[in-house]
């Protein structure tokens, strides 16, 4: 159950499985082009399952939805610094990002001289408030000892100060189920009253829809994997010159290029193997499939044999982040004028607004990012595309009118529209971590299953890569 | 309600007495009033009418340019099809009640239904006829219901099984709420296995997105009322001549000047005795009462100060909602009667299900289609730019059926996700969702009092969007 033996025994699964490939290669040689695996989604969960097939020797071909790979990892070219619409930073226990940015030799920048809280204000209720003044702030309802506090800080304080696990992998052990309860229920357990939670929970939230959706173990895992992180090295890292480089060197380095535009609507499987249906009517066979697709979208995909229950009902009910960013370019540093700082963290639909400093140096300011979420998120995505990024314009022009005439808005990103991905991350609902959890990567007769929704013991990133490998071993196992 | 109709006549009592204090007071400066509506909806609407009636002085803000909210009639195709709210049940008594009190015609349209299923199966991309439905390797069910096209075994199960019987108003009694479970569970109990509820259910869902995330007691009360409808007048459905538009737009046009467009409502404050909406424009209402229609999935993005506490604010961020989009598509030639197909198709796809529209002279004449997208096939559209998703639809209507080639055009397209007023359509109560929240989702809170088809509690729809004005508007008399 714990994860050095999980580990160990994966390698002795990888090693049996080299010879297994080896044995299969050399019978596959009379055959006519029939793959062995075929790759669902070039994200990063998809990539490294191909890449670990391929060095085991096995005839691997990944197929993607878009017109190019990365998926949840997508810098916007077309903006000064080219900030990440997705994937931002890697912490430093990000060992398997770490390990691939080093095969491809790829440089890495210290990002935390760029990501210092840059919110010096809050606006609240119509009002400006210094950070400095938040604690004698009469719109300051929380509790004493919580006042001193940003209102963004005091969830993951509360979640550090009664961390109820003792390590990262304790929140899909049944031990921990009884904490799968709403957060909701914790903070008001906690002294909390219902205005109060709203006010530091619910604005801006960082999970879910609310703090009625989200499961506290998520959460209490979410603190305590973050912890770990920063205590294999205090660092945050990113790829000099955007994510992106990195699932593009992985991709690079596939023998069978990718194939884009490959929009899966359905996957048949017998006992020999399965065959993935694209729109475009191309017929993918193979011996074995990785679906990495994101379960709001895999509800879409038709299975001919049924996937069974919990599964099926975790990729029809679990619910996805909404997220949605307006990406803006500042003509002056207009935020010299009104000195409030560049950065706000608001209760507007402007949402949080976050400096980028993405220059050569560590402090240019090279872009501004609205980040909408939950249901500002939604709310924006109601929006057509240019009415969405002239709202929150004018919803920071109407809040600090300093910035009048003084943004331009060049990008909008929302996740939840995005048809290949519809949210941003997995949220898992009270209820839903002991349920699904353990469940939904499990294979479905050749089928596995990939993506961040399926990693254990990582989240983001890493758990999109942590995923793919332990596909990669499943499927090189069973060959 | 035997005590509810007695203590209806206690208020009114109340009311006139009310009424002759209002009458006595100066004129108020126009953002005041004595009751604020938020929401020219039939709930809104009939909030505003009963109240109005009972002397008292109301005014009504609408966020969007027209009355109605989700009973849409699009006026501008054949036909006037309806975007939203479509038949009115013969135990529609409210909504009958107000379209004869402000003349708006109704005419039965119940001999149009059949219409409805005049329409082919498609599963992936094969058409599948009927004959060959019960052999065909694509049909999961078991048993007799092997016979039965794929829309049948709901209604049916619903109707021979439905755990409440005829007593519709049961699904609120607390000895009903072992069955505040999801559809699936109730399914499975019933025998069905997973590949049978997808096509039963999850595939042109009515209720939720799929059968796990709507509540079988909500969906048992859906058909035990809906059977009820056809009790009391079998072959009998409503439309309003023109489309049921005319109805919200008859009450409105009635209120005159009191109902203010455009007024999209951003907070609600109540400040000492008073009440106050805060809109987008800046403009502020104030009133002594507050009767707020907004749909839940709307209310989240309304700032209410102080906030509504425990089970009812949490209803309001949770509660689900139903995802429906719409296109509505004109046949420049009937090309149905080329290809040997009937018109509708039934499909499990993003498509959904495309229905013939018999609202031409003729019961039989095919005046428009209406393609409904429900829950995650909707979703999927509104991925989708408007403009690609009208490609997308014509596109996949084509290429099933290659008569239709240039052939159909699409005259309107409404999302109700997308819809900032309603963010969806119907409300969904949730498995478990039912017992948590029924006793708590309209109480008023402080001087605001809430109404709307999602806090009804003996109807549906629009009639269950006019009980609960007529609720609302009650209270507040009791109230002042």
Request: glycine letters at 10%; charged letters at 20%; one cysteine or more.
């Amino acid at each position: 159950m714990d994860r050095r033996s999980f580990i160990q025994s994966s390698a002795a699964v990888a090693a049996a499985s080299v010879v297994a490939a080896a044995a299969n290669a050399q019978t596959k040689a009379n055959k006519a082009k029939a793959l062995d695996v075929v790759v669902i989604g070039a994200g990063l969960s998809g990539l490294r399952a191909a890449l670990d097939l391929q060095d085991l020797g096995i005839n691997v071909q990944v197929i993607e939805g878009r017109d190019r790979v990365g998926g949840r990892v997508f810098p916007l070219q077309d903006m000064p610094g080219k900030p990440e619409a997705g994937g931002n930073t890697f912490g430093g226990g990000y060992g398997r990002i770490f390990d691939m940015c080093d095969r491809f030799k790829l440089p890495l920048r210290d990002y935390i001289p760029r990501s210092r809280l840059n919110v010096t204000g809050l606006y609240l209720q119509g009002q400006h408030i210094a950070l400095k003044d938040w604690a004698n702030s009469p719109l300051n309802i929380l509790p004493e000892k919580w006042k001193k506090a940003p209102p963004f800080g005091v969830a993951d304080a509360l979640y550090h100060e009664y961390q109820l696990l003792t390590n990262p992998d304790d929140w899909y052990d049944p031990a921990f189920a009884k904490h799968d309860i709403a957060v909701h229920e914790f903070f008001k357990e906690k002294g909390f009253n219902d205005a109060q939670i709203d006010l530091f929970f619910n604005t801006n939230i960082a999970y879910g829809t609310s703090s009625h959706d989200v499961s506290l173990l998520m959460m209490m895992y979410q603190e305590i994997w973050f912890q770990t992180m920063s205590a294999v090295a205090p660092v945050l890292k990113a790829v000099i010159g955007g994510n992106h480089m990195l699932p593009d060197a992985m991709a690079g380095a596939l023998k069978n290029e990718v194939h884009f535009n490959k929009n899966v609507t359905g996957i048949r499987q017998d006992k020999n193997g399965a065959e993935v249906v694209c729109t475009d009517g191309t017929v993918y066979k193979a011996k074995r499939v990785i679906c990495t697709i994101p379960m709001p979208i895999l509800r879409y995909v038709k299975f001919d044999s049924p996937l069974p229950e919990i599964q099926h009902e975790a990729i029809q009910t679990v619910p996805y982040f909404p997220m949605t960013q307006v990406h803006m370019v500042p003509k002056t540093e207009f935020w010299k004028d009104d000195g409030q700082g560049p950065g706000m963290w608001t209760d507007t639909m402007a949402g949080w607004v976050m400096a980028n400093r993405f220059a050569d140096d560590d402090n240019t300011i090279t872009s501004l990012t609205a980040w909408l979420r939950g249901g500002m998120s939604t709310r924006i995505d109601q929006l057509s595309p240019e009415d969405g990024k002239k709202m929150v314009i004018s919803e920071i022009e109407r809040v600090r009118p300093a910035a009048k005439g003084k943004l331009e808005s060049v990008h909008i990103k929302s996740w939840v529209r995005d048809p290949f991905a519809g949210g941003d991350y997995a949220i898992w609902g009270p209820g839903q971590v002991k349920r699904f959890v353990n469940e939904v990567g499990k294979p479905h007769g050749c089928v596995h299953f990939a993506g961040e929704h399926t990693g254990l013991s990582n989240r983001g990133m890493e758990g999109a890569m942590e995923s793919g490998e332990r596909a990669a071993q499943e499927a090189a196992g069973s060959l | 309600m035997r005590t509810r109709f007695i203590s209806r006549r206690g208020l009114l009592q109340t009311a006139t007495a009310v009424a002759a204090v209002a009458g006595a007071r100066p004129l108020r400066a126009a953002t005041q009033a004595d009751v604020l509506i938020i929401g020219a909806g039939l709930s809104g609407l009939r909030a505003a009418h009963d109240l109005q009636d009972a002397g008292v002085n109301v005014q009504v803000i609408e966020g969007r340019n027209r009355a109605g909210g989700r009973v849409l009639s699009l006026t501008n195709i054949p036909g006037n099809p309806e975007a939203g709210g479509n038949g009115i049940g013969a135990g529609y008594g409210r909504m009958i009640d107000s379209a004869q009190r402000f003349k708006v015609e109704l005419q039965n349209i119940a001999d149009r239904a059949p219409m409805i299923f005049q329409r082919e199966l498609v599963l992936g991309n094969e058409i599948i006829k009927e004959k060959d439905w019960e052999n065909h390797p694509k049909n999961p069910f078991k048993g007799p219901m092997k016979k039965m096209m794929p829309w049948v075994p709901l209604p049916l199960l619903m109707t021979q099984k439905n755990p409440l019987g005829k007593n519709y108003e049961d699904w609120y009694d607390p000895k009903s709420f072992g069955l505040d479970i999801s559809m699936a569970d109730w399914f499975r109990a019933q025998g069905l296995d997973d590949a049978a509820i997808q096509l039963a259910y999850n595939t042109n869902c009515d209720h939720g997105s799929s059968a796990d995330d709507v509540s079988a007691l909500m969906v048992a009360f859906v058909y035990s009322w809906g059977n009820m409808q056809r009790d009391i007048e079998p072959r009998a459905t409503y439309a309003a001549v023109g489309g049921n538009q005319a109805i919200p737009n008859a009450m409105a046009k009635a209120l005159g000047d009191k109902v203010h467009y455009n007024k999209a409502v951003v907070g609600i404050r109540t400040e000492g005795n008073m009440v106050e909406a805060v809109c987008a424009d800046g403009s502020v209402y104030k009133a002594k009462k507050l009767v707020c229609s907004v749909p839940f999935a709307a209310l989240r993005n309304v700032k209410i100060d102080p906030i509504v506490p425990g089970a009812q604010g949490k209803a309001i961020r949770t509660m689900g909602v139903q995802s429906l989009t719409q296109t509505h598509l004109v046949a420049k030639k009937p090309f149905w009667e080329n290809d040997g197909l009937k018109p509708g198709l039934w499909t499990d796809g993003v498509l959904g299900n495309v229905m013939a529209q018999p609202f031409g002279k003729n019961p039989t004449d095919i005046s428009s289609f209406t393609v409904w997208h429900r829950g995650f096939a909707a979703q999927q559209i509104d991925r989708m730019p408007e403009a690609d998703a009208k490609k997308f639809v014509i596109a996949e209507i084509e290429r099933l059926r290659p008569s239709a080639k240039g052939k159909l055009e699409v005259k309107g397209f409404k999302s109700w996700g997308t819809d900032p007023f309603s963010c969806g359509d119907w409300a969904i109560w949730q498995p478990g969702q039912v017992k948590e929240f029924i006793t708590e989702i309209a109480k008023p809170h402080g001087n605001i009092h809430f109404c709307g088809e999602h806090t009804a509690r003996s109807n549906r729809g629009m009639e269950g969007a006019m009980e609960s004005g007529e609720r609302a508007a009650q209270e507040v008399l009791q109230s002042i």
